[in-house]
């Protein structure tokens, strides 16, 4: 984030870049409302159905399939297995990453009609109201709508977003993050 921390839950304004790195859900669709989730990271795997709270990383998951649910979407069951070069815990967003891939992966494997720019709203719910972290909707619209060589200015009331060209590689620069 260029600027605006901690404005996103105050309805200010961000300035995010994406970083070249990726968290990444293979999918497959099984006929019963369950979902079994590998994770590389945590080289876990989890199996659950909705009857019973998720905890841990597998709460971000889990977050995802009941925020689906509860806006009216016909969620298939599945086997996902996670991998993510996103670093844990360096505040750069990987619980966010790992909603946003599992929201996609599902989306696509059930043919839900989620437009991209709704998508951002619920990974965040999922984060709020499942997994308990009362986060802003910056990381996840990072995730979600961000496009390599820009930035994405985004307004946290509207929701709506300006792609601002930021390509510093093709300028000879980088950028630390520290």
């Known amino acids: 984030n260029l600027i605006g921390e901690h404005t996103d839950y105050n309805d200010g304004f961000v300035l995010p ?3 070249p790195r990726r968290t990444i859900v293979a999918a497959s669709r099984v006929d019963t409302p369950e979902w079994t989730v590998w994770s590389e990271q945590a080289d876990e795997r989890i199996a659950f159905d909705l009857s019973e709270h998720v905890s841990g990383w597998g709460a971000y998951v889990a977050g995802v399939v009941w925020a689906l649910r509860e806006a009216g979407f016909d969620v298939p069951g599945a086997r996902m297995a996670i991998t993510s070069d996103v670093p ?4 750069l967003s990987s619980s ?4 946003s891939s599992v929201l996609t992966a599902l989306v696509d ?9 709704e998508r951002p709203a619920l990974a965040q719910r999922a984060e709020n109201d499942y997994a308990g972290m009362p986060c802003g909707i910056m990381d996840q619209s990072a995730s979600i709508r961000c496009r390599a060589g820009h930035a994405l200015f985004l307004d946290c009331r509207t929701l709506e977003v300006e792609h601002i060209p930021f390509d510093v590689a093709a300028a000879g620069l980088a950028v630390l993050v520290i």
Request: negative net charge; glycine residues 20%; aromatic residues 4%.
């Open 17 to 19: 870049f994406a970083l």
């Open 88 to 91: 844990l815990g360096a505040g």
């Open 96 to 99: 966010a990453a790992l909603e």
């Open 109 to 117: 494997l059930g043919g839900l009609d989620l437009p991209v720019d």
